[in-house]
């Protein structure tokens, strides 16, 4: 049997990382896991913005902090880890590889063609350089964990 200790769900706040992190935080209630998300921001204290680089960072942090409930926090154990770098991937192997993480969830939008190639994909790197395996989730996706949210509401209505 696998043993899932600590799992980390890298977010850039889209509908993909959302529902990666359902995924996490159902994959941690079912094996006792504490939960990491985390966050990878640009480093804007290196490029010219009209807008306080200190100020940014700050509300991407609150941004990150709304991620996680109080349920997430009493129950996995949830932090939020906000890293700053230009090279998000690096920054989340690196991260996982430093705190012991069992297991990297992150969405994917799942480029295909010339923007696969322009863009590259986040993913894709941390699927290649991760010290630990890495489950990916696509947007949309079929649903095969339903939001916790949703749950008792879907159960309490009449059929």
């Given at each position: 049997?696998?043993?899932?200790?600590r799992?980390?769900?890298?977010?850039?706040?889209?509908?993909?990382?959302?529902?990666?992190?359902?995924?996490g935080r159902?994959?941690?209630?079912?094996?006792?896991?504490?939960?990491?998300?985390m966050?990878?921001?640009?480093?804007?204290?290196?490029?010219?913005?009209?807008?306080?680089?200190?100020?940014?960072?700050?509300?991407?942090?609150r941004?990150?902090?709304?991620?996680?409930?109080?349920?997430?926090?009493r129950?996995?154990?949830?932090?939020?880890?906000?890293?700053?770098?230009?090279?998000p991937?690096?920054?989340?192997?690196?991260?996982?590889?430093?705190?012991?993480?069992?297991?990297?969830?992150?969405?994917?939008?799942?480029r295909?063609?010339?923007?696969?190639?322009?863009?590259?994909?986040?993913?894709?790197?941390v699927?290649r350089?991760?010290?630990?395996?890495?489950?990916?989730?696509?947007?949309?996706?079929?649903?095969?964990?339903?939001?916790?949210?949703?749950?008792?509401?879907?159960?309490?209505?009449?059929?």
């Amino acid at each position: 049997m696998i043993a899932l200790k600590r799992i980390l769900v890298a977010t850039d706040f889209g509908p993909a990382a959302e529902a990666a992190l359902t995924y996490g935080r159902a994959l941690a209630k079912n094996f006792g896991a504490t939960l990491t998300v985390m966050h990878v921001a640009e480093n804007f204290f290196l490029r010219a913005t009209i807008a306080d680089p200190h100020a940014l960072k700050a509300a991407v942090a609150r941004r990150l902090e709304e991620r996680l409930t109080a349920e997430d926090r009493r129950a996995l154990h949830a932090r939020a880890v906000l890293e700053t770098s230009d090279q998000p991937a690096d920054a989340i192997t690196t991260y996982a590889k430093q705190a012991e993480i069992d297991l990297i969830v992150m969405g994917t939008h799942g480029r295909h063609g010339i923007s696969h190639l322009l863009v590259g994909s986040v993913a894709e790197h941390v699927v290649r350089t991760a010290s630990c395996p890495v489950l990916t989730v696509k947007h949309p996706e079929h649903e095969f964990v339903i939001p916790d949210a949703a749950g008792p509401q879907q159960e309490a209505r009449p059929s």
